[in-house]
């Protein structure tokens, strides 16, 4: 079964905009949540990460917003450019298990000019 | 420092056959996980060692199986290939400690095709 939701499944924004993507958990036993970003033909890259007790991260141009009690978590590429264009993951660690990622479906983002 | 590296980076296998895939973590990391990722079915959890000793289990066949070696260095086996295990096989690195050292690093996968 799918734990973790994520929407859209693709996206287009135009260069200077702000890409979201959102995520929804349904076990609360998760406390790491990890977002990725995969080109074609390679494995994903860990973008930026947030832990349920803080509810904001920011790491240059990429922020994510936690929020626990809707388990819900989105990510936002301010300033979106044509090198952001990728497929974008969300995932969740159970807590206690230290790996064991459980992942959102991707959100294909492209970025255009 | 040296990312996750896997080989080989392409294989095609025949239904039946069995084969084996590696894993070299980064350089201090001891924890390695694989993951399967297909365009139906996505990114799925196989299986994580940590100390040369199977940690954590997704939900996959017997047919799927790993080890790690004393140097981190891990290796995966699917034996009697279906078509259905035609994928991209990703193995990812952390350092896999307590206190929360949750970050893995991806190698850029084996993709696998089985005719």
């Known amino acids: 079964q799918q734990q973790v939701k994520q929407s859209p499944q693709s996206l287009i924004v135009q260069k200077g905009g702000i890409s979201i993507i959102n995520c929804a958990y349904e076990n609360t036993a998760f406390d790491y949540f990890p977002w990725y970003q995969q080109f074609p033909g390679k494995g994903p890259a860990l973008l930026i990460a947030i832990r349920p007790d803080v509810s904001e991260k920011k790491e240059g141009r990429f922020t994510i917003s936690f929020n626990k009690s809707a388990k819900q978590f989105s990510l936002h590429i301010m300033d979106s450019q044509p090198g952001d264009s990728a497929t974008y993951f969300c995932a969740a660690i159970p807590t206690g298990t230290a790996s064991k990622l459980t992942f959102g479906t991707g959100t294909r983002l492209q970025v255009t000019l | 420092k040296a990312g996750v590296t896997q080989t080989p980076r392409y294989l095609i296998k025949t239904r039946g056959q069995q084969v084996t895939l590696s894993c070299s973590p980064i350089?201090?990391?001891?924890?390695v996980s694989w993951y399967q990722q297909t365009p139906g079915q996505g990114l799925q959890f196989l299986f994580e060692?940590?100390?040369?000793?199977?940690?954590n289990k997704g939900n996959f066949p017997g047919r799927f199986s790993g080890r790690q070696f004393s140097n981190s260095r891990s290796e995966m086996n699917v034996s009697t290939l279906e078509l259905g295990d035609s994928a991209l096989y990703l193995c990812?690195?952390?350092?896999?400690?307590?206190?929360?050292?949750?970050?893995?690093?991806f190698g850029p996968g084996t993709r696998l095709t089985v005719t």
């Open positions: 060692y940590f100390s040369e000793t199977q940690r």
């Open positions: 350089s201090g990391h001891r924890s």
């Open positions: 990812a690195s952390s350092l896999g400690g307590t206190g929360g050292a949750y970050e893995q690093y």
